[in-house]
Every structure is written in C-alpha cells, then in structure tokens.
C-alpha cells in the first residue's frame, strides 16, 4: 500500500525540538536496538579519511580507472561576477516533463520567464530523432511566445542523465534512467542531437553552449548571489555533489586555462563504498536495500543518505524491531502491514513534523496502513526511528562536505543546496550544519561555511552557465 505525500511543504514546519527531549521519552531498549545507526565523531572522521582518498584517487589520471568517485571535470571554469548581462535560455531535461526558461541579466538583477513542455510517451520511448525535434519544437514555441524568435541566444542545456563531459558543449549519455528508451542516442553526444534538431527548423536560432548536471547548476546559481559559493549539493530523491577544484590537481582536464585557474568537478559521489571501503557503516537494513534495488552494488553511500531509500530503511528497522517484540506489541496486525507498506521520504518528513508529545501525523502515517491503535509509547518510538534515519544521512552529508572544505583550504565557503529531503525535513538543515560545526572544530574552527537553499539551480544555473560563456567568449574577444 503507498503512502501519498503529507502536508509538510517546508523547513519551517514542526518545532525545533532538543535531541534529549526527544530521547527521554523513548523506550531505552529501541534507542539501544538504534545505536548501529548512530554515527560517532569517531567514525564519522574514519569516513571522512577513506572519502579524501576516494576523492584524490578520482582526480588522478593514473588511478581514476579505478577510482569509485569519479571526480569529472564539468569544463565549467568561472563563476558568475555579476557583470553578466543579456538574455539567455536554459532547457532543463531530466524527466518526462522538461522547462525552457528565458533569464534576462541586467544590472545585477535576474529576471526569469519558464514554460513546462510534456513528453507524450511514444516520444521518450521512440527516437532520439523524434526526441529532440519535439524539444526543438517548444523550444520554438517558447522563443515566439516571448519575443526572442528572431535572437540568437545562448542555451544552457542541464541534462540530467548519466553522461560522460568531454567538453564544455559535449556530453556522451552512457544510459537513459526514469522512462526514456531513446536508445539510439546511447554512446551519442546529447548536445549534438540538440544542435541537429534546432538546425532541422528554420523558426529559431539558438546557440547551445554548455551541457551540465544539477549539482553543477545549484552551484551556479548560488554563485550570482554568493560569490564564494564553492560547493553544490543535492540531497533529494538521489544524491551528488560538485565543487571548485584548482585545475592543477584535476588531472583529467585537458583544456586550457582560461584564467580562473579552477574548475568544477562532478563527484558522483553516490557511489561512495562500492568497494566495500564503508562496509563499517552499513546495517542489516542497508543491505537488504541494496539488494533489492535496481542496483545492487551500486550507489552505496546515495542509498544511505537519499530520499529515494530512507523510508524503506525505517520501514525495514520498523518492521525488525516488531519481529523482535520492540514496538507495536499491541497491534495485532503491525507486522503485516508493516511487512506490505510502502514508504517514502516524505513519510520520515511528516513524522519528525509533529510537536512533542503530539501525534498528528504519525497516526495519519499509521491509518494509512491500517494501524488504528497503536499507543503514545509506540508512536513516539516510530518517531525515533524515522529521527535516527534522517539524522544519519545529514551526518553523513557533513562529512563528506567538510572534506571538501578542508581540501579547498578557504576560510569561508558557501555551500549551495538543493533537494527535497534538505527543502522539505523539518530539522535537516539544522542537525546538518551542527555536524558540520563538530567536525570543523578544534585546529579545523578557523574554516567558516554557511548553507544556501539554491533557488531552481537546474534551470537558472543553467542560464547562468551560458552567461558566463558569454561573458568569457566577450573577454577573450577583447
């Protein structure tokens, strides 16, 4: 049975609620059964050691063939400086629905008009060909509706699909995920079957000057606000993370320095631990998620942290600790029905929104799947659950992001976020940046960060990509 979605819609709902009020109402035997997802400092900085190493081996040629972190070299080598100007369009496909947004920079100000655009299924499952004409298509329809048919704009393309950057305008998809089965595009360059189609029209004149991710964009778009925006992070249904490397240690970029010295690296660092190296961390559950995944082996640390799994893990920790006579011994049918839910993240979000001693929506949670009788002492144990989940992922998500601190070695950084666990969790972002505080402690204190909610990254990110080609192409020019 699903879940559907609660009412949670930001971080502003539910009370910040100290950790020991919470754990003094919860039976010592469930928060002695949850001490295996309770991460120490200790083993935290343990991961931390194994997940710089990760990180070094990705950006040397020599040992990035083995590297299980990446480190892809994005070709994106400036930040926005807000001398931007112009218009500049963005198309943003990562789904079956996809946005082409018009961004207008002028005076340090970021005017923003989008369209959502359907993919009729025969569509996504057809053809390349077909594919990227019916993009072209609206993308024409975009351009006459706001005026700019007769423009020459730049394009920034994010393609949220799995591809291997070889260059600034050129990005080989190596499969399709969520629905499409394009498949003659597989082992092709995606911005060239963009280019082909705009050029198969005679309506539109669009220059398409960057391909990149969403980690990429998040970064980006913070940057036009924050100028030390080094950082961009996602943590929703899946997880990744780019940052500002010096391009001297990215030993896979191969293109000249244009002046900034830098250049983003995508991390892909959901595959963190698919060598077994963070085997330390992983519960009974976390296997068993793994092995029921699509891809079992497969984006190990994106399981631990990602919307898309934690509420199979409460689920499955819920469901063990009934077996073992922990929770819901006096509801008769908990196991069955725990044993048949289906639960998201947005399951973990709605609980952890109730007041203390309050149980809105836990018992909304529970009658949805046909527990009516649970008691206090039980709901507040499903609370903890739901609280140990969540708050290991945001443990997890600190380390590895004061890593990246620590590696750039600046005295302040902007970390830009996005992504439905970070938007949504009422206590994310908090529990978050006090790890992050813990672990930048002692000779490490002199490193200062702040966390931004990136405001639509894969789209005004996108655009800003673009502008700042511009820009660089404008400069180069003279």
């Known amino acids: 049975m699903a879940l559907s979605k609660f009412d949670c819609k930001s971080k502003k709902c539910g009370p910040h609620r100290p950790d020991n009020e919470i754990e003094d109402l919860v039976d010592p035997k469930v928060k002695?059964?949850?001490?295996?997802?309770?991460?120490?400092?200790?083993?935290?900085?343990?991961?931390?050691?194994?997940?710089?190493?990760?990180?070094?081996?990705?950006?040397?040629?020599?040992?990035?063939?083995?590297?299980?972190?990446k480190c892809f070299p994005t070709y994106v080598q400036d930040l926005p400086n807000r001398t931007e100007t112009g218009k500049f369009l963005a198309l943003d496909l990562?789904?079956?629905?996809?946005?082409?947004?018009?961004?207008?920079?002028?005076?340090?100000?970021?005017?923003?008009?989008?369209?959502?655009?359907?993919?009729?299924k025969e569509i996504f499952t057809g053809s390349g060909v077909e594919l990227f004409d019916h993009i072209a298509k609206c993308l024409s329809e975009f351009s006459t509706?706001?005026?700019?048919?007769?423009e020459k704009i730049p394009l920034g393309f994010t393609f949220s699909f799995p591809v291997t950057q070889v260059g600034l305008?050129?990005?080989?998809?190596?499969?399709?995920?969520?629905?499409?089965?394009?498949?003659?595009?597989?082992?092709?360059?995606?911005?060239?079957?963009?280019?082909?189609?705009?050029?198969?029209?005679?309506?539109?004149?669009?220059?398409?000057?960057?391909?990149?991710?969403?980690?990429?964009g998040t970064l980006m778009a913070c940057a036009w606000i924050e100028p030390y925006?080094?950082?961009?992070?996602?943590?929703?249904?899946?997880?990744?993370?780019?940052?500002y490397e010096y391009q001297k240690n990215a030993e896979l970029y191969d293109e000249p320095d244009m002046g900034s010295g830098r250049i983003i690296i995508n991390l892909e660092m959901g595959a963190f631990g698919e060598d077994g190296a963070i085997d330390f961390i992983l519960t009974e559950e976390?296997?068993?998620?793994?092995?029921?995944?699509?891809?079992?082996?497969?984006q190990i640390h994106e399981k631990c942290v990602s919307g898309m799994y934690l509420g199979e893990l409460m689920r499955l920790r819920t469901l063990a600790m009934i077996k073992e006579g922990l929770i819901f011994q006096g509801c008769p049918n908990a196991q069955e029905s725990f044993e048949k839910a289906n639960f998201t993240s947005e399951i973990i979000t709605s609980i952890e929104s109730d007041h203390v001693n309050t149980?809105?929506?836990?018992?909304?949670?529970?009658?949805?799947?046909?527990i009516s009788d649970a008691d206090p002492k039980d709901m507040t144990s499903l609370r903890y659950v739901c609280r140990c989940v969540s708050r290991r992922s945001a443990h997890l998500v600190a380390a590895s992001l004061c890593v990246l601190i620590k590696k750039m070695d600046e005295p302040y950084t902007v970390v830009a976020v996005d992504g439905s666990v970070y938007k949504y969790h009422p206590h994310y972002r908090r529990v978050l940046e006090e790890k992050m505080k813990e672990l930048l402690s002692g000779e490490d204190s002199k490193y200062k960060f702040k966390l931004m909610l990136?405001?639509?990254?894969?789209?005004?990110?996108?655009?800003?990509?673009?502008?700042?080609?511009?820009?660089?192409q404008k400069e180069q020019k003279g």
């Open 145 to 150: 509706k706001y005026g700019v048919q007769e």
């Open 286 to 298: 976390d296997k068993v998620v793994d092995q029921n995944s699509i891809n079992p082996g497969g």
């Open 32 to 69: 002695a059964r949850m001490q295996d997802m309770i991460l120490s400092n200790e083993t935290l900085r343990k991961e931390q050691e194994i997940y710089l190493d990760n990180v070094n081996r990705g950006l040397k040629k020599e040992t990035n063939p083995s590297a299980i972190i």
């Open 94 to 120: 990562g789904g079956t629905n996809f946005r082409v947004l018009l961004i207008t920079l002028a005076d340090g100000k970021c005017d923003m008009q989008s369209e959502i655009y359907v993919i009729p």
């Open 169 to 216: 305008t050129k990005g080989i998809l190596k499969k399709w995920t969520k629905g499409f089965k394009c498949d003659d595009v597989i082992g092709q360059d995606a911005v060239q079957y963009l280019i082909d189609a705009i050029k198969r029209r005679s309506d539109v004149d669009i220059d398409v000057v960057a391909i990149l991710n969403d980690t990429t």
């Open 454 to 472: 990136s405001e639509d990254g894969s789209g005004r990110g996108a655009a800003l990509v673009a502008a700042v080609a511009a820009r660089k």
């Open 229 to 243: 925006c080094r950082i961009g992070l996602i943590v929703g249904t899946g997880s990744n993370a780019c940052y």
């Open 359 to 370: 149980y809105t929506n836990v018992k909304a949670a529970l009658s949805k799947i046909g």
